[in-house]
């Protein structure tokens, strides 16, 4: 869904102008790239806002740019997140690094 539309001209020589747009985008809540996340400041749910940004002397090509932009950062973002949750470290060891041969071991209180 769009949520924001900028669009401004810029110019560029003296018989054209550049267009130069700003997109705003935010997945619909339940769908398939549904982007709700919790702040870590307020602990409330949040939906993630992708943007992007596109310019060309046509504003339709312009416009397309942008939203192209914004949906590849989401579908970026999306990918990332599916990839991070499935790969989840259940042992509790993280990153950790045998020494000397020994395995890691956790400690707990």
């Known amino acids: 869904m769009v ?3 900028s669009s401004n001209a810029i110019p560029y020589s003296n018989l054209q102008a550049l267009a130069s747009t700003r997109v ?3 997945p619909c809540a339940n769908g398939p790239n549904d982007s ?5 400041q307020s602990s409330v749910l949040k939906e993630k806002k992708f943007s992007g940004s596109g310019s060309d002397t ?3 090509t312009s416009s397309a740019r942008a939203y192209t932009s914004a949906l590849n950062k989401l ?3 999306h990918m990332r997140r599916s990839s991070n949750l499935s790969e989840k470290d259940t042992s509790g ?3 950790a690094v045998a020494v000397n041969g020994e395995a890691p ?3 707990s209180a």
């Open 24 to 26: 705003v985008i935010v």
């Open 105 to 107: 071991s956790v400690v």
């Open 58 to 60: 046509d504003i339709i």
């Open 36 to 40: 709700v996340v919790m702040d870590a």
């Open 3 to 5: 949520t924001g539309y």
């Open 93 to 95: 060891t993280g990153d």
């Open 75 to 77: 579908l970026s973002w």
